[in-house]
T-cell receptor, first 112, second 111 residues
Framework: GESVGLHLPTLSVQEGDNSIINCAYSNSASDYFIWYKQESGKGPQFIID?????DKRQGQRVTVLLNKTVKHLSLQIAATQPGDSAVYFC???????????FGDGTTLTVKP | EAQVTQNPRYLITVTGKKLTVTCSQNMNHEYMSWYRQDPGLGLRQIYYSMNVEVTDKGDVPEGYKVSRKEKRNFPLILESPSPNQTSLYFCACGKLNQPQHFGDGTRLSIL
């Protein structure tokens, strides 16, 4: 079968390395997925999103991959920098619905 | 500057004393929502509003009320707060089917 990454509550990487943060979502009807970054003392901030008609989307230094077969989402950060240290959350929702469900979050620490 | 403003940012109060956390947005967005954040549990949705006078329960609505009398404001009301409502609260707004904009949070401690 297909292998996907495990969700880890914490991830520590060296500056300059690539980071991969995983998320398993719960509702097979969800068709819109968002990654947020939360820095200490602040609210979550939007990073990148993807809709279910795509399986990959790229932004600046970030890529989101969606595997609907196993209900898995991942966020890849290239050349991780100290400023990337934060808690990262995935969120899922269904188009036109008001409910949003967030994952438990992964704390990323970037070592200089 | 696009903003979601929550007040107060911090509050320590006692069980049973009614309190209101205000949330105001200047982006003219129809959708607004309240979340609570607890260690190890991520963000859980309390209530949301799709438009003025339209509110719905999220996953953890017990013990909370909201109102949406005008588009920019979405207050969260705790009629009789209890210690299990001690948490970090976030208000958010956005266009439906677009990412949400979050406030900086309100830390409530109920003794």
């Amino acid at each position: 079968g297909e292998s996907v990454g495990l969700h880890l509550p914490t991830l520590s990487v060296q500056e300059g390395d690539n980071s991969i943060i995983n998320c398993a979502y719960s509702n097979s009807a969800s068709d819109y997925f968002i990654w947020y970054k939360q820095e200490s003392g602040k609210g979550p901030q939007f990073i990148i999103d993807i809709r279910s008609n795509m399986d990959k989307r790229q932004g600046q230094r970030v890529t989101v991959l969606l595997n609907k077969t196993v209900k898995h989402l991942s966020l890849q950060i290239a050349a991780t920098q100290p400023g990337d240290s934060a808690v990262y959350f995935c969120a899922e929702k269904y188009t036109n619905a008001g409910k949003s469900t967030f994952g438990d979050g992964t704390t990323l620490t970037v070592k200089p | 500057e696009a903003q979601v403003t929550q007040n107060p940012r911090y509050l320590i109060t006692v069980t049973g004393k009614k309190l209101t956390v205000t949330c105001s947005q200047n982006m003219n967005h129809e959708y607004m929502s309240w979340y609570r954040q607890d260690p190890g549990l991520g963000l859980r949705q309390i209530y949301y509003s799709m438009n003025v006078e339209v509110t719905d329960k999220g996953d953890v609505p017990e013990g909370y009320k909201v109102s949406r009398k005008e588009k920019r404001n979405f207050p969260l009301i705790l009629e009789s707060p209890s210690p299990n409502q001690t948490s970090l609260y976030f208000c958010a707004c956005g266009k439906l089917n677009q990412p949400q904009h979050f406030g900086d949070g309100t830390r409530l401690s109920i003794l």
